[in-house]
């Protein structure tokens, strides 16, 4: 049930755009989207529920396309302070497992000057 | 506006030796969640609980105990401390799974 990132890691200049994918084996529900700075929580980004709808946050903006449940974070004209592990975050259809998600592995994103 | 404060941030423990991770939420938050994450991983759901008085167990449950008797409040306790458990612990809180999770700072613990 563990959602799949992809790539697992990222090497990008200041200013280039990056794509995170975020795949699961079944229907999903809701997708959420996290950041996290060495050594520090996890920071929520934004949510997306089922519906195939797209949001944005800044230069930061998410799709969920529930037919191939699948979820894609845009980050785009990086800057450094977007560094960090990018983690999505699922919670499947099934009633049996509402309230609680599963992590992926992350994916870490390196922005260089 | 504290959040979701985590008590202690790092703990040495021995194998066997028994403990209580603390965790408060001043959000009035129904959802709670116990995360641990290996390094280099992701994370890992221990328990969860939907409001005081219910908790479930999550994907890796065993070794840790919970319970949730006030809105605010959701301990985690290790008993008999292995080595395996050495992690970094979130915790969590939610108003509800679609609006997204507020994370503790986290607590660092090494069973030696």
């Given at each position: 049930q563990q959602p799949v990132q992809s790539p697992q890691a990222v090497i990008l200049r200041e200013g280039e755009d990056a794509v995170i994918n975020c795949s699961s084996s079944k229907a999903l529900y809701s997708v959420h989207w996290y950041r996290q700075k060495h050594g520090e929580a996890p920071v929520f980004l934004m949510i997306l529920l089922k519906g195939g709808e797209q949001k944005g946050h800044e230069k930061i903006s998410a799709s969920f396309n529930e037919k191939k449940q699948q979820s894609s974070l845009y980050l785009t004209a990086?800057?450094?302070?977007?560094?960090g592990t990018y983690f999505c975050g699922t919670e499947l259809e099934d009633n049996t497992n509402a309230g609680k998600s599963t992590f992926g592995d992350g994916t870490t994103l390196t922005v260089k000057p | 506006n504290a959040g979701v404060t985590q008590t202690p941030k790092f703990r040495i423990l021995k194998i066997g030796q028994s403990m209580t991770l603390q965790c408060t939420q001043d959000m009035n938050h129904n959802y709670m969640y116990w995360y641990r994450q290996d390094p280099g991983m992701g994370l890992k759901l221990i328990y969860y609980s939907v409001g005081a008085g219910i908790t479930d167990k999550g994907e890796v449950p065993n070794g840790y105990n919970v319970s949730r008797s006030t809105t605010e409040d959701f301990p985690l306790r290790l008993e008999l401390a292995a080595p395996s458990q050495t992690s970094v612990y979130f915790c969590a809180s939610s108003f509800h799974p679609t609006y997204g999770y507020t994370f503790g700072s986290g607590t660092r613990l090494t069973v030696v």
């Open positions: 990086s800057q450094l302070s977007y560094s | -």
